[in-house]
């Protein structure tokens, strides 16, 4: 009687999933119907350029949503309370910290090209995870410092909190896709390549497993809500995220229009976002990379839609390099080949929810099992 309870909690504990969704994918640019162009939604964050030149101590209708967004990627700490709308001075630090790291003019203020890069997409990892990153330590990197080439070589590239890697001696990493996403071999083949890009200049390699469940790094398209606790926000906004060694989750926002090859900056539809690119990124991040304030960097953490940016910079690959070595058949440059420049990125700090609610549920249903028997 018990093991019949005992299966019955865990077929509940399973049903307890979040339904995927067939991500919004198209094979190239000019695939993308020309009615989908004409009526955009109004992207994620875009609300937040109507705050130009609001001043510090004054009160400003939907403030706190910006507040919101600074928490959200590390900026102001959680607050016990809903923000308010006031223009305070926890606001402008986070305004401050913020230019610091983007490479901007540190006023403390909300101008033009500081809210341009705020409502840019991006990745929903978080820039400062605990306090303690820095994307722009601008620290000298010491193993360039006795080489004359690189003697004023600056790295920005960053680690997790406690800096995360797969352990010691690993040499391959096995990857899975959701299987009810249900992707096309020829969008799989994307995600392969952004692998080889990394496992080019390092000692790791990646493979395809046949189980989900078992992979070490698992890809998901998930719309909205997903169950971690950083729901996905319909076109640009956040685009994906992924989590830090060695949970290795991997999500992408299902409702972006992603290009999954050829030239995206022919893209009619502004909200067109390069698969690659985004996916890049996010593999530094499964590997125990952070967000670098190096504008070039794959691990900068925006990029713009209508953008491929897939090529590594010498940023990416010292970081990736101090975690595990360079690959000996590296020679110092990439040899893949790329298409334009900008950027993307985010998350990891946070493990499962998915999981550990499962967990949850289980244990809760299979305690209430026993007490009725
Ligand atoms: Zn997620
Ligand atoms: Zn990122």
Known sequence: MKLHFFFFAIFLSLSFSFAPISARLFPNASSIPPWLSKNVPPAAWDAFRNFSGCHHGSNYDGLGKLKKYFNYFGYIPNSPSNFTDDFDDELESAIKTYQKNFNLNVTGQLDANTLQQIVRPRCGVADIINGT???????VNASAASNDLHFHSVSHFTFFPGNPRWPAGTETLTYAFLPANRLTDEVKSVFATAFDRWSEVTTLNFTEAPSYQLADIRIAFYSGDHGDGEPFDGPLGTLAHAFSPTNGMFHLDGDENWVVSGDVTQSTLSTAVDLESVAVHEIGHLL???????AEAIMYPTISSRTKKVTL????????????GSNPNYNGSTTMTTTKQNDSSHAGRRFSM???????????VVGLAHVIL
């Open 288 to 294: 125990g990379l952070g967000h670098s304030s190096e």
């Open 133 to 139: 990153s820095t994307m722009n330590s601008g620290k």
């Open 313 to 324: 910079a010498d940023d990416d690959i010292q970081g990736i390099q101090q975690l595990y």
């Open 354 to 364: 998915v999981e550990s609610t499962r967990g949850l549920l289980l244990l809760i």
